[in-house]
């Protein structure tokens, strides 16, 4: 009587090799109880046959679990170019409309409608969802394009004198290393530039909203120019007024001008501290990325800006 066996470690003559990548199958141990009797050679057989087709099954299995993988990745990586197409032709349209609009300031009611629209389809499609967590992105100049703010419109209608008094820029910078942010304001004349400016502090409320409170207003000083640019007429009250005969008074206050060009302008920027605990505000950033940023801030004023640098300034 044959001895019993508890484990044999049984192969076939040859290594078995894989139908699909022939590599060589490892060897298959089994396991009996010690009082079986040893399996027949047919029945061994039978049982590394089917470990081998186990086996390739399993890589078969695997591929094609690494391909369905593959082809769902290849299928879903074109869904996220039609929305980057999306935003930018969002991004597109709002320039356009917001053409001519004097920041918001001559908008039609029909141009204000589109604008907001352009706004909200802009906002459902914010890549950053979590702005105040985004410092880098919020951090730098952003160059105001459109706002609903009317407390600016008597500012920005400096332009009804637009030969004279001009609104050159209107920015807003993030300083997020020493969570400070700056408003400013540029104008320029036939005589000087100078600027006008809120210095603040900001803190995070939400993933969203910041709050600023200001410190200070700063009036920087002005830089005359070094030539006068006089236009031949200006409109005043609906009346087209020659300026003319004055191009030779001008011209002799340019020569003064000149000479005191460069004392004026060394001169520091006045700065002065902003002590009411009224001074304060809040900002909602409802969509941001690298070129746009739209904001809402108190009574639901909108603003619309631009980064410094990006084509949509141009």
């Not at 985004?134 to 004198?161: E, M, V």
């Not at 200070?216 to 300026?243: A, R």
């Not at 002065?272 to 304060?280: H, S, V, Y």
């Amino acid at each position: 009587m044959a001895p019993s066996i508890s484990i044999l470690s049984m192969t076939s003559p040859a290594p078995a090799v894989s139908a699909r990548r022939g590599s060589p199958v490892a060897p298959v141990a089994f396991a009996f109880d010690g009082s079986t009797h040893f399996p027949t050679l047919r029945a061994a057989r039978r049982l590394t046959l089917r470990a081998v087709a186990s086996d390739a099954e399993d890589e078969w299995g695997k591929e094609l679990v690494d391909q369905g993988g593959a082809a769902a990745s290849v299928a879903e990586a074109p869904a996220e170019a039609p929305a980057a197409s999306e935003v930018a032709d969002l991004k597109v349209k709002l320039k356009e409309a917001l053409y001519g609009t004097e920041r918001g300031m001559r908008a039609s009611s029909d141009t204000r409608a589109e604008v907001i629209e352009l706004i909200t389809q802009l906002e459902a499609r914010n890549p950053t969802p979590a702005p105040t967590e985004a410092l880098t992105l919020l951090n730098g100049k952003w160059i105001l394009a459109y706002t609903s703010f009317s407390q600016l419109f008597p500012l920005l209608g400096a332009r009804s004198l637009p030969q004279l008094v001009k609104v050159e820029e209107i920015s807003q910078t993030f300083d997020s290393e020493n969570f400070a942010v700056q408003n400013c304001i540029k104008f320029s004349g036939p005589l000087a530039t100078t600027s006008v400016s809120t210095n603040a502090k900001f803190e995070i409320r939400s993933p969203k909203r910041v709050q600023i409170k200001f410190d200070e207003g700063v009036i920087g000083t002005p830089q005359l120019t070094d030539s006068i640019v006089l236009p031949e007429k200006f409109e005043f009250l609906g009346q087209n007024i020659d300026l003319t005969p004055l191009k030779g008074i001008f011209s002799s206050i340019e020569n003064a001008a000149s000479s005191v060009a460069r004392t004026i302008s060394g001169q520091p920027p006045l700065k002065i501290p902003i002590k009411t605990d009224n001074a304060e505000s809040w900002l909602l950033t409802t969509y941001l990325d690298d070129e746009l940023r739209i904001s809402r801030s108190d009574g639901s004023s909108i603003f619309v800006l631009f980064k410094e640098g990006s084509i949509l300034l141009y």
